[in-house]
């Protein structure tokens, strides 16, 4: 059939039409008669109904309904799990509670005010079992207060700069800590975990307790972070349990000259009129470990953050998170450095993950929910920035 | 100072001794001299102290002995959140009892044994959504039943492949389902979690309920997984929360004929004596995703798996959990799509950690703990191979 048999009377469209319908023709002819453009044509064809979404399109009207009540019941079951997750929280609470007495006593043998007894600091290690099994039965395992009194060592209180030392260690916060503020984080005694009241809203309270120093009055700094445990609105099947929404920091009352948290500038300044020039001093932000208890506000005026802000508040959630679920329960795993190879490993999968992300163009949605088959965090807590 | 000067008349561990000293004394001249390699030395040194175990080798007895104390404090901690997480379990059991009701409603929409009214099938996309805001009010948004009866289209009972189709869209699922598995899954109606009763044992039982068919008797297939939430005595540290320690399948009750887990073979068979041949036939497994009910055990006769089965065990594990992490509580999501290209994003994620695990030569342990906090799974258990 030639072209111009369809180009006389009739509207352009109908040409255009009957072109297309022409060159249609004669593509398929050429598919049909060149098996490899067949096979690999075949083989997207067959892809094309895997889609779930596109397969979900080509359902009948009765069951696309019957959908969209199983949809209305999955934002109710969202919101049972939001329940779930109040009571885990109120689980995290009494648990709290049961974990206090051993933390104190790790803050009292790390402060040097008690003194472990034999009994209390017996340890075999890996190592040491190794040796007794191969028949060396004379490696004692236990170092007794008098052997640890009487060896020709120094004997400093307690275990010195403890909390200090599991910033050194853990990459997260030692990207923060300056070179000025270690000698204020050797004062660091003891973190603690403190938890909202039953029928409060969710949140909770890092305390970092410091000894009297000569950088700042205060004997606790806080960090309070609150938190969300209900689907979102607009999107309530992304719901995973409870998120960190907010956080708030506390005043540092400093020690005249020593607020780290700000730098003294010189600035020439010239006289309109005379054109004289004068030298003043001004107060600017200095970058410190200590500006963690003055973060960026997420709520309030309804205003949203600009990208920079966004990333600085997630890494601040995270770094809270992290306190609370791994460093304060952990401690002196951060402190001997066991519990830090495994979460090296995690970090690069996840620098991995959102490489993969971010080269992914079919990606509909940055919010990635991640399941974690193998390994799951101690509690059932998350920080993502709202 | 020459070395001949040390040669005669001492022994040969001093000369030894003193030629090392010597060579040391001339390494040192050439380092000092030479600023670039001074520069790179003094960067080593300076690194040294920062890796922790090396760290801890150096503090004064007293001190390692109050760490020890430390360490004891740390697995007192690891019971206790064992059994924060039994409690977290019992809190799962009691909700289990709150979404059924949900989940039966989901399952009587599905098979349509139950029509969902206007109102319970009432939804408002996103784009639908936009659509509106852009000021198309005609656009409806709610399929009516009489609507949806009235369309020139067919009407099938329920909808129709439901958890079929969810076996389609997730990766891990669709690898293990062959051709002929197919038809048999079709007849899936409904994928229940059961938990163990309280003061049994922590395990829990996936069901797998089928409509009358052709190919077995059984009206529910089980899958039962053993968890164990204990700290390990040899490894107390990685405790991380419930795993997955064993499984156990179920018989399946093949009509003549159907069993699509073994396929018969041919085999020529010679006569030693009279050298004449016959052909026997002989039953030999065959791959299918029944063989899911048919499990490899992880525990019984003490002996060890090799690699490939303990590989197997751990995929099998894996499946169990996300069955009933993520595809049991939110099967619409995982039929419409919506919930798989997040998971896709997770698996990703994953493979690149394991290959970095890979090839860390100083990985001591290939149990890595993970903890995940941007995003959390819905609930604190995981599997892991024993």
């Known amino acids: ?47 094309v109904p895997h889609t779930p979404s ?43 509670a049961l974990y206090q007495p051993l933390f104190d006593k ?62 050194r260690n853990v990459d997260m916060l030692s990207e923060l800590v300056q070179e000025y503020d270690e000698p204020i984080l050797k004062h660091l005694q003891d973190i603690k975990v403190k938890f909202s009241d039953p029928g409060q809203p969710m949140s909770f309270v890092l305390e970092f307790h410091f000894e009297p120093n000569d950088y700042f009055t205060n004997s606790v700094l806080t960090k309070t972070y609150k938190m969300k445990s209900e689907p979102d609105k607009a999107d309530p099947f992304s ?39 004068r030298t003043i001093t001004k107060q600017v932000p200095n970058e410190s470990f200590f500006n963690f208890f003055n973060p960026l506000k997420a709520s309030g005026d309804g205003e949203s953050l600009d990208e920079d802000s966004e990333f600085t508040l997630a890494s601040d959630f995270e770094i809270g998170h992290f306190f609370r679920e791994r460093i304060v329960p952990r401690a002196v795993l951060y402190f001997t450095g066991e519990a830090i190879e495994d979460d090296d490993n995690f970090e690069e999968g996840e ?29 059932p807590a998350e920080c993502k920035q709202q």
Not at 137 to 162: D, S, Y
Not at 265 to 270: A, F, S, V
Request: with cysteine; glycine share 6%.
């Open 1 to 47: 059939m030639a072209d111009h048999s369809f180009s006389d009377g009739v509207p352009s469209d109908s040409v255009e039409a009957a072109k297309n319908a022409s060159n249609t023709e004669k593509l398929t002819d050429q598919v049909m008669q060149n098996p490899r453009v067949l096979a690999a044509l075949q083989e997207r064809l067959d892809n």
């Open 239 to 277: 719901f995973e349990g409870p998120e960190i929404v907010d956080c708030d920091g506390c005043t540092i009352d400093w020690k005249k000259g020593k607020n780290v948290t700000v730098k003294t500038i010189k600035k020439k300044q010239k006289h309109k009129g005379r054109g004289t020039v």
């Open 351 to 379: 620098e991995g993950e959102e490489e993969e992300l971010e080269g992914d163009e079919e990606g509909e949605d940055e919010d990635d929910a991640e399941i974690n088959p193998k390994k799951e965090p101690s509690q």
């Open 106 to 167: 790790r803050r009292e043998f790390i402060t040097g005010d008690v003194e472990p007894t034999d009994a209390e600091s017996e340890w075999h290690s890996e190592n040491e079992e190794e040796e007794k099994l191969a028949g060396d039965m004379k490696n004692k395992v236990v170092i007794t207060e008098k052997e640890a009194a009487t060896a020709e060592e120094p004997n400093p209180k307690g275990i010195p700069e403890f909390w200090f030392t599991i910033f």
């Open 54 to 96: 596109s397969y979900i399109e080509t359902l009948p009207k009765a069951v696309k309904r019957r959908i969209n009540a199983l949809k209305q019941l999955q934002v109710r079951c969202a919101h049972i799990e939001a329940k779930f997750y109040e009571e885990v929280h109120d689980l995290e609470r009494k648990y709290a």
